[in-house]
């Protein structure tokens, strides 16, 4: 069975930086579009970023700059190294695979900023 379970959420500060964890199951995550997705309370699923076969990344304005995303191969794992949080990135975080089609997600992580 493919499987993605996330790691990593906590409460921080602004300006504190956490690292996601993503391991996957079942499958080969290099070979897949992956994805991280957050929702924040009372809001719809926000795209934060993707990592392509090729190694290519992309990133939604408010956190580019601020948010890295990367893999590595040999723990089939994905993470998001992010920097510099504000309260606006308090959300509940799930990696996903692929981006435009998901069709598959983990059980979330939370990350709460706050002072």
């Known amino acids: 069975e493919d499987q993605l379970v996330e790691s990593g959420g906590d409460m921080v500060q602004p300006g504190g930086s956490l690292r996601l964890s993503c391991v996957a199951s079942?499958?080969?995550?290099?070979?897949?579009?992956m994805s991280w997705v957050r929702q924040a309370p009372g809001k719809g699923p926000e795209w934060v970023s993707s990592?392509?076969?090729?190694?290519?990344?992309y990133y939604t304005e408010s956190v580019r700059g601020r948010f890295t995303i990367s893999r590595d191969a040999d723990m089939n794992t994905m993470y998001l190294r992010m920097n510099d949080l504000t309260p606006e990135d308090t959300a509940l975080y799930f990696c996903?695979?692929?981006?435009?089609?998901?069709?598959?997600r983990g059980q979330g992580t939370q990350v709460t900023v706050s002072s």
């Open positions: 990592m392509y076969v090729d190694g290519k990344s």
């Open positions: 996903a695979r692929g981006r435009a089609n998901i069709d598959l």
């Open positions: 079942g499958f080969i995550l290099r070979n897949y579009i």
